[in-house]
T-cell receptor
């Protein structure tokens, strides 16, 4: 079975540029989560969706960050404009049924903003 | 006070011994508890989840939950070098259903 698929795996770009991260959840999963992981702050939940609808975006750091889920098999996390402090590993995860169920993580996108 | 607290380690355990990882949480209404393992440079991988007070065993892993003390632990029996990783404790609070809070993780090192 295909797991959660994220792209790109690595992204290096200059500050001020727009960055788009992509995620394909496991087929049939109805919850999708975006996380950011840094050494300083650990793993932080940014936003999550249920049936393509954003439920809680309180973890989104600021207006430069936005996330969409146009259909059940695709989500994007966009940063515009990007800043060096956005450098982190961004994970997407999905789960089925309720958000109390275990989450399955993608391999992550390692983002470096120069 | 962090919502989910873990000792960052590193915790060094000899091969074959029992590794004991601990986690405390602040929200008494928390309902669901998870342990994830994360190898360096990899994504978190679920290894155990527990919802009820008591012990839950799966192979060499045992999760223990004590809601009165707001404490959850993970025991790894017969530790192997392949168990060397960071272990993340995660909690879902009832007060904001579905929002999972991760601890900062405990780095475990199994020495041969």
């Amino acid at each position: 079975d295909a797991g959660v698929i994220q792209s790109p795996r690595h992204e290096v770009t200059e500050m001020g540029q727009e960055v788009t991260l992509r995620c394909k959840p496991i087929s049939g999963h109805d919850y999708l989560f975006w996380y950011r992981q840094t050494m300083m702050r650990g793993l932080e939940l940014l936003i999550y969706f249920n049936n393509n609808v954003p439920i809680d975006d309180s973890g989104m750091p600021e207006d430069r960050f936005s996330a969409k889920m146009p259909n059940a098999s695709f989500s994007t996390l966009k940063i515009q404009p990007s800043e060096p402090r956005d450098s982190a590993v961004y994970f997407c995860a999905s789960s089925f049924g309720t958000a109390y169920q275990p989450q399955h993580f993608g391999d992550g996108t390692r983002l470096s903003i120069l | 006070q962090k919502e989910v607290e873990q000792n960052s380690g590193p915790l060094s355990v000899p091969e074959g011994a029992i590794a004991s990882l601990n986690c405390t949480y602040s929200d008494r209404g928390s309902q669901s508890f998870f342990w994830y393992r994360q190898y360096s440079g990899k994504s978190p991988e679920l290894i155990m989840f527990i919802y009820s007070n008591g012990d839950k065993e799966d192979g060499r892993f045992t999760a223990q939950l004590n809601k009165a003390s707001q404490y959850v632990s993970l025991l790894i029996r017969d530790s192997q070098p392949s168990d060397s990783a960071t272990y993340l404790c995660a909690v879902i609070r009832e007060s904001s259903a579905s929002k999972i809070i991760f601890g900062s993780g405990t780095r475990l090192s199994i020495r041969p």
